[in-house]
């Protein structure tokens, strides 16, 4: 049996951006089949890439649990970070590494805490599913649903899922995280219509000088729907700002001489159920106010030799979206997981995490899934310096056996 350390500095080591994780999924191809797990590999294209999942099984029967971690890792710049990302390292009983929270500690327990049952008689079959692609598009768990899952009769048994994502906060550890809001993006450009040189402000408007009007708009109508549309366990509305661009040259270089007539940010807007199956009446809402909102710009009290004022327009358009997903609290997978959490020597914490997973491709194929249940702290994911607690490490692995024990062997409800 390997070692769960010994595994994940096998993984960390591996670079596995999203559409570069076929080294990865190679090596955890062997090293399950080492362990004695029956072990497929489903191939795929996507846009041009070839891709891959990783999905071993232990046991058969009607009652069906799947384990599911991506492999894909965010990109990340290893000047940034204190030591290689590349190489395990720990320090104070910290383990750093590229994507050890988000989620390769999480895929390096579920497989050691699995394989203490291989050989046993379990009651129904165990599926780790290691996928690629969910820190874009969530292809390869799409692909595992519906070309792995459904034409197998998977979708037809008692099945349940749980996803390793860290579910530590600054208050509790090992979260039971049974839902996120759903995701709806924008891309919006205002244009002046009046660019400029540098030298004459006086005969330009930048389209900073309209923003201003804007983002206050924006914050107020966030403020509205956070009382209007309300979820007993999922947050509020919150609307982000993301990347802004402007004025840059074709060279990509910014320009301190031009007064550009342009400006174009993101948006990101995470919502309830009941306002994402409302998505054509935020964008009609977010149009609305921010033309509005050009009407409280009086560009003559900035430039009065301006004489003909341009038409000032804004294209507002839809990037993406993703649903919102939840199970309900009292279904009998979010027990077993509770008791899992409880026999390690935690307090369970049943909450909503405000990222987004994979969870709603699972849900809406008509698998109940946890979110999240994995070590690591979110707060740590995406950055230079990425750690989880080594002990943490352990206790997921225990908490991940704990809950194959109580699905497969225990009575439930």
């Known amino acids: 049996m390997m070692e769960v350390f010994e595994l994940l500095k096998k993984i960390v080591q591996i670079k596995s951006p999203t559409y570069g994780e076929k080294e990865l999924h190679e090596v955890l191809a062997i090293e399950l089949k080492k362990l004695g797990f029956t072990v497929n590999v489903q191939h795929f294209s996507f846009q041009g890439h070839e891709m891959s999942n990783v999905i071993a099984h232990i046991g058969k029967g009607d009652t069906v649990l799947v384990f599911n971690g991506h492999t894909d890792v965010v990109e990340t710049d290893p000047a940034a970070w204190k030591t290689d990302p590349f190489t395990l390292h720990e320090e104070n009983n910290i383990l750093y590494g590229a994507g050890i929270g988000d989620m390769k500690a999480s895929v390096a327990a579920m497989i050691t805490a699995a394989s203490a049952y291989i050989g046993k008689e379990l009651n129904g079959e165990l599926i780790l599913a290691f996928t690629a692609d969910e820190e874009r598009t969530g292809t390869g768990v799409q692909e595992f649903v519906q070309n792995y899952l459904k034409p197998k009769g998977y979708l037809e048994k008692e099945i349940r899922c749980l996803i390793g994502e860290p579910s530590g906060t600054n208050e509790k550890e090992f ?116 033309e509005k909102a050009f009407t409280r710009f009086k560009p003559e009290r900035f430039n009065k030799e301006i004489t003909e004022i341009p038409q000032l327009t804004v294209l507002l358009e ?47 194929a008509g698998i109940p899934t946890v979110t999240n249940l994995g070590p690591g702290n979110q707060r740590h994911s995406h950055k230079p310096n990425e750690c989880v607690e080594k002990e943490k490490v352990k206790q997921a692995e225990k908490i991940y056996g704990e809950i194959i024990k109580n699905y497969f062997f225990e009575r439930r409800n």
């Open 175 to 290: 979260g039971i995280f049974i839902g996120h809001r759903g995701v709806i993006q924008y891309k919006v450009t205002i244009n002046s219509h009046l660019g400029g040189h540098g030298s004459r402000p006086f005969r330009a408007i930048h389209p900073l000088e309209i923003l201003q009007y804007v983002v206050p708009a924006i914050k107020k109508l966030e403020k509205k729907l956070q009382k209007k549309y309300i979820s007993p366990i999922l947050a509020a509305t919150t609307i982000s700002f993301g990347s802004v661009s402007s004025g840059i040259s074709a060279d990509k270089k910014l320009s301190a001489n031009v007064i550009p007539e342009t400006i174009t940010f993101l948006l990101d807007c995470r919502v309830p159920p009941e306002l994402y199956n409302k998505k054509e009446h935020l964008t009609t809402l977010l149009q609305t106010i921010i």
């Open 318 to 364: 839809y990037i993406c979206s993703q649903q919102p997903t939840l199970i309900s609290k009292d279904d009998y997978f979010v027990d077993i997981c509770a008791e899992a959490v409880r026999t390690a020597g935690f307090v369970p914490h049943i909450d909503q995490t405000y990222g987004a997973t994979d969870a709603p491709i699972f849900n809406n």
